[in-house]
């Protein structure tokens, strides 16, 4: 079982759901913006993209800054799970 959640929070609004794991929460904020994702790579063709998606989680701080394109900044927290 895991002793921490993971919560994505896009300009300020957290997604409703919590993630068992980075991974999921950082496939669920690509997945939400896959259009636009796969259009810079497209335009890109093969050079380097303004996004960054692809980073590794942040697990000094426990928060993760992802940057899908212009006014779309997604951070992804791990929080504990505290149970008495």
Do not use: Q, W
Request: with cysteine; glycine share 4%.
């Amino acid at each position: 079982m895991s002793s921490a959640v993971y919560v994505v929070v896009e300009n300020g609004v957290p997604y409703p759901i919590a993630y068992t794991s980075f991974a999921c929460a950082a496939a669920a904020a690509k997945e939400k913006h896959k259009e636009a994702l796969e259009e810079e790579r497209r335009v890109a063709d093969g050079s380097s993209m303004c996004s960054e998606v692809d980073v590794p989680e942040n697990t000094l701080i426990g928060k993760t800054y992802l940057y899908v394109e212009k006014e779309i900044h997604i951070y992804i927290h791990k929080l504990p799970i505290m149970s008495f």
